[in-house]
């Protein structure tokens, strides 16, 4: 809409048109909350320009013939898998756990990138690359409000944040633990980013050129270092789902020393805030920060022609700096998955593993999206109402299964540092007959042929097991 700072849009007609219609070569996703049957479903048909049956079961087989030709995958994190619509046939899903070498969680891995290699024409590539806040699920792509930065690298010409991806694209292997894990789609975007040279500025024409955090240093160092802002110039406006005790505002609020800051302040449906009391209070109570709430209240309404009261719910990462000071009018664009969380702020190797993309506007919004809001809420909840992302104690589970059909062989993986209870395992609702006895850490292992032929049943309609061990 004109004079708005973000184009308002569905994220697949967004992706879909910025492909073009051209081939997929390969494509690369990373996300925190994967539902594979959504993905396979909904997702992977963007990829392709051809039409695809409504029929599930023959969607399914048309697009397992297009990945025969088009390596995908997805990278995601192993304690947040949702088994909603089951699946998980197709593509090369690699979990992720992080880690530290006792074996405990040391963050969560929280990148949403969209990367596609397509056929340019004339033997010529692209890479159309898209850091968003939305993950693989229905809700990321269907019903939140998200946000997302697709941009094109093309081959012929040089690109800001061309080591930015292939810093990004080195960690996520990185953080790939089992050994003989394929690689084939991250490989082929690897090496076409090698052919493009990379910006040796950072500014063109006065102009801010964009740049990648993955967790370089610490969110508040990386900006303030990249953005060298004028202090007390710029206003801050925070949009984010989850929050901490005050801590990653603080030194936000610190290293860019913003005139004013205002924080939007997500509400469920009976207007109850989606954050803690004291949370509110810690975040509020800084100097110049203001919670907010939307100028526009339609960017959270569920339908046009529904009730203004039912809210969607807000799962966008934006930090935005605008000013009109001294004739710079100029607006800054932070957004991918970074919340507003020590984790999320801190460097990669302490805290999550985020990525977000900083860029400058081109035609800069020289006016606030949120105002302040008029009075507290009266009641407040325990966390944010994304509840897809919602922070909680599960591990994530350190068995790897894979299963060969052309030998009929199922091989396990442990992947912690002690050995392994005995385990059963758990597809469709029923426990097979069979239990995997103890395992080593740290090296595959044949299971039994009986055992493989139980798994090999399921494994036509969905490749997602449940583990069940003695104590969890």
Known sequence: MPGEAFERRALGEAITERLAGRRVLAAVFTTYSFDPGFFELHVLPLLFARGFSKEDTVRIVQLDEELRSTPVAVYFDRGAVNPGRGGG?????????????????????????????????????????????????????????????????????????????????????????????????????IEFLRTVEPAKQRTQSGRYLPRLFYGQAAFATFLQSELRLTAETYHLEVISPFFDDGRAMRELHAALAPKTTRVFLPLGDDGAAACAKPTFDAIGGLENVAWARFVDPSYLRRSAKGPDDLRRTVHAKVYRLWSKADGQHREFVILGSVNLTGAAHSPRNSGNFEVAVVHESAQPLLRPLLAPIEREPSEFGATSSAREEEPDDREACPLVLRFYWGQRRLTAFWDAPTRSPRLSLQVGGARLPEAIEPLEPGAWVDLPATLAAQVAEHLPRTSLVSVVAPDA
């Open 89 to 189: 046939s197709l593509g090369n899903h690699i979990g992720i756990r992080r880690a530290s070498t006792s074996g405990a969680t040391k963050g969560c891995f929280h990148p949403k990138l969209i990367l596609a290699l397509v056929d340019d024409g004339d033997g010529a590539e692209a890479l159309v690359a898209g850091a968003l806040s939305a993950n693989l699920t229905e809700s990321g792509h269907w019903t939140n409000v998200e946000c997302a930065w697709i941009d094109e690298v093309s081959g012929d010409a040089r690109c800001s944040y061309r080591d930015d991806l292939l810093g990004v694209l080195a960690a996520v292997r990185k953080e790939v633990k089992v050994p003989e894990t394929k690689h084939d789609a991250l490989d082929r975007i």
